[in-house]
């Protein structure tokens, strides 16, 4: 490994220490389907995404719940003496991408057969600090 190449990796190695972020491998659900939850609680902050996630009737946004407090509780394991509600946490970047798909045979009419495609996503999720206080 080349000297520039070590200098970059150790620059996104720290940078990568102040991030507090969680991610869902393999979830059984499409992409598209969890693109609609993610995208209606990029950018908020952390009390108000969950409760948007709480109350919303979509089966990923349980998911995405449950990916979040993981987050959350990442943050504290890296910041031990800060308080959350104190810390202005926001969602600072919300990704969904698409996994692996599971194709299965549906039986068709006149001996054809369709194929399905089970659809499977990847999330990740990464909080960040707002340092300035805004009502």
């Known amino acids: 490994m080349g000297v520039?190449?070590?200098e970059s990796a150790a620059k996104l190695k720290e940078a990568k220490a102040n991030l507090?972020?969680?991610?869902?491998n393999?979830?059984?659900?499409?992409p598209r389907k969890m693109r609609l939850v993610a995208d209606l609680v990029r950018g908020k902050s952390v009390n108000d995404a969950l409760n948007i996630l709480k109350f919303s009737t979509k089966e990923a946004s349980g998911r995405v719940e449950k990916?979040?407090?993981?987050?959350?509780?990442?943050w504290?394991?890296?910041n031990e003496d800060a308080d959350v509600e104190s810390a202005n946490l926001f969602i600072s970047e919300i990704k969904v991408d698409s996994a692996s798909m599971l194709k299965r045979l549906r039986p068709a009419p006149q001996g054809r057969a369709h194929r399905i495609r089970k659809r499977s996503n990847h999330v990740t999720l990464i909080l960040g600090e707002n340092?300035?206080?805004q009502s």
Do not use: D, E, H, V
């Open 4 to 6: 520039r190449k070590r």
């Open 20 to 24: 507090a972020f969680a991610k869902l």
């Open 26 to 30: 393999n979830c059984p659900t499409s």
């Open 67 to 74: 990916l979040l407090l993981s987050a959350i509780a990442n």
């Open 76 to 78: 504290q394991a890296k």
């Open 131 to 133: 340092n300035n206080t």
